[in-house]
Nanobody, 115 residues
């Protein structure tokens, strides 16, 4: 089993920044894809960014490219999402996911951006 725990969400003013963290524990193995999604009320879950150690690559969705950056600390099984220039449209629950096909999910952390 794998557990994912997010942290770093909160309330921020428009134009501000936040850095989210997600720690994976359990049977992650040496090659464990981790990524970030978000879900706003009434909207579908949206992929934001992913990090694969299998091919040593990162992917960022076009919708947030240039504002969001994904990075990871493999020694600590932690993935980060740096979010800059946030706007009210970024208000959502941000979820960490991992494993093949993102089979494992955290409970999420709320990000609220005030205008």
């Amino acid at each position: 089993q794998v557990q994912l725990v997010e942290s770093g969400g909160g309330l921020v003013q428009a134009g501000g920044s936040l850095r989210l963290s997600c720690v994976a524990s359990g049977r992650t193995g040496s090659r464990f894809t981790m990524g970030w999604f978000r879900q706003a009320p009434g909207k579908e879950r949206e992929f934001l960014a992913g990090s694969s150690t299998w091919v040593s690559s990162t992917t960022v969705a076009d919708s947030v490219k240039g504002r969001f950056t994904i990075s990871r600390d493999n020694a600590r099984n932690t993935v980060f999402l740096q979010m800059n220039n946030l706007g009210p449209e970024d208000t959502a629950v941000y979820l960490c996911a991992g494993g093949p096909g993102y089979v494992y999910w955290g409970l999420g952390t709320q990000v609220t951006v005030s205008s």
